[in-house]
């Protein structure tokens, strides 16, 4: 009975987590690993590839739907990914290494940096310069695709090693990493920027994955029904997405999103107390 518990719970918290990721694109996976803290009361370290894994699956999903519509930068994308899966394994190497409590803690920071930009950004134009400036990664109007000079691949390349880094060490997709980045040096259209940045948490979550199953920090009974729910939840999210997306639901992500970080900061504080 204990064990179908599991299961059912696995499941359903699966479901919250890939129905939130099609409302509000790539960040919605930064949600995974607090629910599966509370909810199933695992550590960071086994938590951390169960989401990755999740929310890999589910933005392959979205990710193939924008390859479809034709809106996924794929080279941008190749040249993140690609660097993302190699710091992947190290992220999980160190999250392993390194205590729960200021594992936890550093999550819960991160977090609320998500939160507070999903208030901050929900009353703003997505795609313009801030500085006024010609973008980095300029579209090319003859050919449509990004104009990869020697700035542009090593600010990609230094995005895919950040978000690569923190999918392995804490299990979050990196969308929050990418997108922004991506808004604030291209002038891809939002849809594709999310579409993209999809695409490459799918790349960077095979590198998070496959390190943590080579070393041996997988629970596949509750990562499966886990990553089926978000999957199937995805999937069905999309239907709405459209009639709930704007600031509106941007902001109520960032009250979630700010509301768990202090959860998860309350609780770090006790154990590192010793409560």
Same mark, same amino acid.
């Given at each position: ?6 299961? !059912? ?11 939130? $990721? ?12 607090? $629910?599966?803290?509370?909810? #199933? =009361?695992?550590?960071?370290? +086994? ?9 890999? #699956? ?10 479809? +519509? !034709?809106? /996924? ?40 940096? /998500?939160?507070?930009?999903?208030? =901050? %950004? ?10 006024? %400036?010609? =973008?980095?990664?300029?579209?090319? *109007? ?14 990609? *390349?230094?995005?895919?090693? $950040? ?15 990418? &997108? ?7 002038? &891809?259209?939002?849809?594709?920027? /999310? *579409? ?27 990562? $499966? ?8 939840? #995805? #999937? *069905? ?13 941007? %902001?109520?992500?960032?009250? &979630? ?19």
């Amino acid at each position: 009975m204990a064990l179908f518990d599991t299961y !059912g719970l696995s499941l359903l918290m699966g479901a919250a987590v890939g129905f939130v $990721l099609a409302l509000t694109g790539a960040g919605g996976g930064i949600l995974a690993v607090p $629910l599966l803290v509370f909810g #199933l =009361h695992l550590q960071m370290a +086994d938590a951390a590839p169960i989401g990755l894994l999740a929310v890999g #699956l589910a933005a392959a999903i979205g990710a193939l739907l924008g390859l479809r +519509d !034709g809106i /996924v930068r794929y080279r941008a994308a190749l040249l993140i990914g690609t660097t993302g899966m190699l710091l992947a394994p190290l992220g999980v190497r160190l999250g392993r290494s390194l205590p729960n409590a200021p594992l936890m803690a550093a999550f819960a920071l991160v977090l609320a940096w /998500v939160a507070w930009r999903s208030f =901050h %950004q929900s009353g703003k134009a997505a795609c313009a310069s801030p500085t006024g %400036q010609p =973008h980095l990664c300029a579209m090319n *109007a003859a050919t449509g695709r990004l104009t990869l000079r020697a700035p542009c691949v090593l600010a990609l *390349a230094g995005t895919g090693a $950040l978000s690569g880094l923190l999918s392995g060490l804490l299990g979050v997709g990196g969308g929050f990493v990418i &997108v922004p980045m991506l808004s604030r040096i291209s002038d &891809v259209t939002m849809r594709g920027i /999310v *579409a993209t940045s999809l695409a490459v948490i799918a790349l960077v979550s095979v590198g998070g994955v496959a390190g943590a199953a080579t070393q041996g920090g997988m629970a596949w009974s509750v990562a $499966l029904p886990f990553a089926a729910g978000a999957v199937l939840a #995805l #999937l *069905a999210g999309r239907r709405v997405s459209a009639r709930l997306a704007g600031p509106r639901l941007q %902001q109520a992500f960032g009250a &979630v999103a700010g509301g768990v970080a202090l959860l998860l900061l309350l609780r770090a504080v006790r154990m590192l107390a010793g409560g």
